[in-house]
């Protein structure tokens, strides 16, 4: 299953099927993933944590770090100080990827290509 947004949305939390509601509906654990490429991941991980109700927090089995750029080497230090600050683990670190075009989920198709007719065989 798959989020949608942040699973910290607080002024969302009511009646909102997504996220955090729904993993606790299901008992199901939570890896929260966290993009770097635009700064501020270990103030993210964090402060969603700190939203989180003690029962959605013990629910998340750790962390992914999305678009990296660079040597991880650089970066070892803060994912040793996120893990000694949050006792969860680091799972991963996934790098970004050039030239990886991906359609997003909430955009709007590109109508300027022919559609083509499907032929099954």
Known sequence: MEGAGSPAEINLREG????????????????LIADID??????????TL??????????????VINRFRGDI???Q???????AETG????????????LHIEAEDAMPDTSAPILPHTWS
């Not at 230090?77 to 893990?83: A, K």
């Not at 969860?88 to 030239?99: A, F």
């Open 16 to 31: 909102v099927i997504a996220n955090m509601g729904f993993a606790e509906a299901v008992n199901c654990p939570v890896i």
């Open 38 to 47: 635009r700064g501020g991941v270990f103030a993210h991980i964090v402060s």
């Open 50 to 63: 700190a939203l989180l109700f003690e029962s959605e927090r013990a629910r998340v089995a750790g962390f």
């Open 73 to 75: 080497a650089l970066l």
């Open 77 to 83: 230090s803060g994912l040793d100080w996120l893990e």
């Open 88 to 99: 969860k683990p680091v799972i991963g670190v996934l790098p970004y990827l050039h030239d």
